[in-house]
């Protein structure tokens, strides 16, 4: 697996926190048409996915230094 250096996990979590705070700000969707309740758990997911790579891939980085 392919490791990633820590400018991209910083850009993974900023992701992160836009999707979030998208969802939040707007609860009824994205774009003409869009249910609100799969828009904004879709963002949620998503946003946790790259939460769960950086947490996965900074534990990873610990164990192979070391630490």
């Known amino acids: 697996m392919t490791r990633l250096n820590e400018n991209i996990c910083d850009q993974l979590e900023r992701a992160a926190e836009l999707l979030r705070e998208v969802a939040v700000s707007h609860p009824r969707g994205i774009g003409r048409g869009a249910s609100s309740t799969r828009s904004t758990m879709e963002f949620i ?23």
């Open 45 to 67: 997911d998503v946003a946790a996915s790259l939460e769960a790579i950086v947490k996965r891939e900074k534990r990873m980085s610990r164990t192979s230094a070391g630490k």
